[in-house]
């Protein structure tokens, strides 16, 4: 039987509870805009607490850097999509908006100019916690988004844009670089025209690439367009993924190059579209055997290969169903995306299967600009990432 004295001291624990409950404040909206009471994002920043909602009004925001220090916290744009143009500001050396610690979604915001004195600035930076980053474009930064290094961060970039590395040739701008963090997702995005960095640099223990167009297109020269430097478990599937003429590098996909930092090292291939625009044969996906651990898992399947190259000639693993196509087969830069209707490939493959718990068959395809496309699945499969036309996909309206 609990005694009197505990009796008391539970019932007080309880009283607490319910005061605090009762006069903790509500979650706010925090509306910003040219006509507010608050007109500058950075004053949204300050003003806004764990839980509040804030909103921007459309507009173009001149060095209008933020750091979010909260716990959670939503952000969007409304209507047209208002552009943050860092305009030579940055906040604390890092980025146009920095966030800190805690659960933040972002929507609908352009992220512009990003530049700092070591040269990785960018449109974001998340330190701690977990950020989701929906239907926002970035443009011209040093990095698009970048985070720190912290084991128990994650990142999720759903139907974004992320366009125009700086030409510099002092340093190496990734459009999206993802550092040692516990989950990275990227989905329905579009990546294009970078220079000398990368496309997608990703050291995260898990990273799920899924239904985007990583396609550097005519004005690219981006090095890798995919790549996972310290390994770990990689899932691609359903990509678009092409290299441009003007690159330095024959590696369009690279696992492993600085070894495996992570105990679990899985990289799983299926349903992509890999093309090389280039006259110089590509290394479509490259492992380095040689600084990889025994045990390391590689699985392709159903993968479609454009151009000249090598895919699983030198790539050690389990290879099923993936095919080739000559130079010119498919061209990103027309948004043609997949064979023609009449084409050989046409109804080749069975479903890819479930391996370890991770499905292996696309669920959607990318769909232009930005975004996805539910996909009915197929009594039989074409390889590669569309099982449709893949021309010109379903255009959602601009934002």
């Known amino acids: 039987m609990p005694t009197p004295h505990l009796l008391r001291r539970v019932r007080r624990a309880f009283a607490a509870a319910l005061l605090a409950a009762s006069t903790a404040a509500p979650a706010a909206v925090i509306i910003v805009g040219p006509e507010e009471s608050v007109t500058r994002i950075a004053d949204a920043a300050r003003l806004a607490r764990d839980g509040d909602t804030v909103l921007i009004k459309p507009g173009t925001y ?25 305009d030579g500001r940055n906040a604390e050396g890092k980025a146009i908006w920095v966030f800190v610690n805690g659960q933040f979604k972002v929507d609908n915001i352009a992220f512009q100019g990003a530049r700092v004195a070591d040269g990785n600035g960018a449109g974001i ?23 720190a290094n912290f084991e128990d961060a994650e990142l999720r970039v759903i139907n974004s844009t992320f366009d125009k590395a700086p030409h510099d ?9 993802v550092g040692r963090i516990r989950h990275f997702v990227l989905e329905g995005s579009r990546l294009q025209r970078g220079y000398r960095g990368h496309l997608v640099k990703s050291r995260a223990r898990v ?11 005519p004005e690219g020269a981006a090095s890798y367009e ?4 310290e390994a770990g478990t990689a899932v691609v599937t359903g990509n678009v993924i092409a290299q441009s003429a003007a690159s330095s590098n024959p590696v369009i996909v690279g696992y492993g190059a600085e070894g495996a930092h992570w105990p679990v090292n899985r990289l799983l291939l299926s ?11 590509a290394w479509f996906v490259r492992a380095w055997n040689d600084k990889l651990p025994a045990g390391t898992e590689i699985v392709t399947r159903n993968n479609l290969t454009v151009g000249f190259g090598v895919f699983t000639l030198l790539l050690p693993g389990d290879h099923r169903g993936n095919y080739m196509l000559p130079p ?10 997949a064979p023609a209707p009449d084409s050989w490939l046409r109804g080749r493959l069975s479903r890819a299967e479930t391996l370890g718990g991770t499905e292996l068959a696309p669920r959607a395809e990318f769909a232009f600009p ?30």
């Open 169 to 177: 040739d002092l340093a190496l701008h990734h459009l999206l670089y």
């Open 271 to 281: 349903h992509n579209t890999l093309i090389n625009k280039g006259i110089r044969p």
């Open 125 to 147: 930076r998340l330190e701690q916690g977990a950020l989701e980053v929906r239907n926002c474009s970035f443009e011209d930064n040093q990095n698009g988004i970048l985070t």
């Open 226 to 229: 995919l790549e996972f430097p």
């Open 207 to 217: 990273s799920e690439v899924r239904y985007n167009l990583l396609a550097d297109g």
């Open 328 to 337: 010119g087969a498919i061209d990103p830069d027309k948004l043609e995306l």
């Open 370 to 399: 930005a975004g996805t496309q539910p996909l009915s699945q197929p009594p039989v499969w074409t390889p590669g990432a569309f099982q449709g036309s893949g021309v010109a996909i379903t255009r959602p309206a601009e934002r």
């Open 62 to 86: 001149r060095g209008d850097v933020a750091v979010w220090n909260q716990k959670s916290l939503e952000i969007r744009g409304l209507g047209t999509r208002p552009v943050l143009q860092a």
